[in-house]
């Protein structure tokens, strides 16, 4: 069975940095296009940021400039490094493979992250 385990997140200033960490177990992330996704109070799950096995990444318009994803496959865990967070980007932030809804693996609890103003 696959775990998803975040962590990183904390109560950051606007305009800080932090960084997020997620350590995939239970299966090899190796070839596995990996994503980022964010839960802001109210709303849906969304997508941010995705990496793919050969390190191509997109990243939603939201947060374009402010983030960078990266992976360590030797590690299995993937990272969210974001400068310049903004109030509107607190949320809990998740990670898991990119694909269809039903191909996702079983979420992890997330890390919240709070930017205060």
């Known amino acids: 069975q696959v775990q998803l385990v975040e962590s990183g997140g904390a109560l950051v200033q606007a305009g800080g940095s932090l960084r997020l960490s997620c350590v995939v177990s239970g299966r090899i992330i190796r070839f596995a296009p990996m994503g980022w996704y964010r839960q802001i109070p109210g709303e849906q799950r969304e997508w941010v940021v995705d990496i793919t096995s050969d390190l191509s990444t997109t990243y939603a318009d939201a947060v374009k400039g402010r983030v960078t994803i990266s992976r360590d496959n030797a590690k299995n865990t993937v990272y969210l490094e974001m400068n310049s967070w903004k109030p509107e980007d607190t949320a809990v932030y998740y990670c898991?493979?990119?694909?269809?809804?039903?191909?996702?693996?079983?979420w992890g609890k997330g890390t919240q992250v709070t930017v205060s103003s």
């Open positions: 898991n493979r990119i694909g269809p809804m039903r191909s996702l693996w079983h």
